[in-house]
């Protein structure tokens, strides 16, 4: 049996023992620190598009499609069953599979009632020329309907024919978010990006992303999307990104 | 305006939105807040660790009065299936809500 095939008859058979929704999202480009429900089985697809102008101009659209599982009231677990491409530039065109990945989210805090709500993730892709190793630490607080975040990671990627590529990148991330009503919220994220190439910074790559974000949620699913502009000039990096989240409780 | 000046009202603005954050730790005056209507501690306990950590995966928390003591069970209950809560524990968040209500009042 193919494995695919497997993993949709496990997750069938599971969706009639599972109730309900994982939880909303209110920004895209950074994580929260609260974890989802246990029991609650939740599918997110992902779709970004980046859009560079100039000389290395091209479009590519990520595609994530994504199932989350509330394992316990602190401890989350999702796989990614694909993440894949489709890029279109000068010289070619096309749809590329990239990884599959398990990601686990573990939740220390409370952004309520503790001073700061804190929260660990790891992150494991793996594809056809892709191993990348991803943690994050995940710090909220909510000031009655305003929440602030604040992300910090450290990922490692070996890439290529033979994982001969290297590269290290840490990036920050902020993110505020006002509750407008309880199904609809709007705010802004910032993106800092310091990429190490070979683990060195002898490049001195620094890339900064700015725009808004908005939030609709209702019954069991919700919607966001963030539109970040680059506030730098780094060739081969996007100018302009677009990513939406929609997630639905299975 | 200079810079500390608006790292003051950026931290006034923070400070009175954070009052609004308003989940009273549970108390022994809050099981008997009420005539006739008794709580127990530890279902009150349960019930505002559930508010705090269940509702919020999706909203942020609403200030306890915005709605009437009659409303807040309909209200809770239309969610808790997106919230995976199970009777018991929606319930318990019902308690905690209406017992912080009672013992201010």
Redesign the interface.
């Known amino acids: 049996m193919k494995p695919t095939l497997r993993v949709v008859i496990f997750v069938g058979a599971l969706l009639p023992v599972l109730?309900?929704?994982?939880?909303?999202r209110h920004f895209t480009f950074l994580y929260e620190a609260?974890t989802?429900?246990?029991?609650?089985l939740e599918l997110e697809n992902w779709v970004t598009w980046r859009h560079a102008v100039g000389p290395g101009r091209f479009n590519q659209v990520d595609f994530r499609h994504e199932l989350e599982y509330?394992v316990t009231?602190k401890f989350q677990a999702s796989i990614y069953l694909a993440d894949w491409f489709y890029r279109s530039d000068p010289e070619h065109s096309g749809s590329t599979y990239s990884d599959t990945a398990i990601e686990l989210i573990y939740n220390f805090t409370?952004?309520?009632?503790d001073p700061i709500g804190l929260s660990i993730y790891g992150e494991l892709r793996a594809g056809d020329r892709l191993i990348e190793l991803e943690s994050k630490l995940i710090s909220q607080k909510?000031?009655?309907?305003?929440?602030l975040a604040y992300n910090a990671t450290l990922e490692s990627v070996w890439e290529g024919s033979d994982l001969a590529e290297r590269e290290g990148e840490f990036s920050q991330a902020l993110g505020a978010s006002y509750?407008i009503s309880?199904?609809v919220s709007a705010g802004m994220e910032l993106l800092h990006e310091f990429v190490f190439p070979e683990w060195r910074d002898t490049a001195k790559i620094q890339n900064f992303f700015v725009g808004p974000n908005v939030s609709y949620?209702h019954?069991?699913w919700?919607v966001t999307i963030t539109a970040l502009a680059q506030a730098t000039d780094t060739h081969g990096e996007p100018d302009f990104q677009l990513r939406t989240i929609f997630g639905i409780?299975l | 305006m200079n810079k500390l000046s608006m790292l003051v009202v950026l931290g006034g603005l923070?400070v009175s939105?954070?009052?609004?954050?308003y989940?009273p730790p549970v108390t022994s005056q809050m099981t008997t807040a009420r005539k006739g209507q008794h709580f127990d501690l530890a279902t009150l306990r349960e019930g505002r660790t559930l508010f705090?950590?269940?509702c919020?995966?999706?909203?942020?928390?609403?200030?306890l009065w915005r709605y009437s003591t009659e409303d807040w069970p309909g209200i809770v209950d239309s969610m808790s299936?997106?919230?995976?809560?199970k009777p018991a524990e929606r319930e318990a968040i019902v308690a905690y809500i209406l017992a912080v209500r009672f013992a201010e009042h």
């Open positions: 109730s309900s929704f994982g939880g909303a609260n989802s429900a246990p029991g609650s509330g009231d409370n952004p309520v009632v909510n000031f009655g309907p305003l929440i509750e309880p199904r949620r019954r069991n919700f409780g | 923070l939105c954070e009052s609004i954050n989940v705090v950590h269940r919020i995966e999706c909203h942020t928390l609403p200030v299936y997106r919230a995976s809560l």
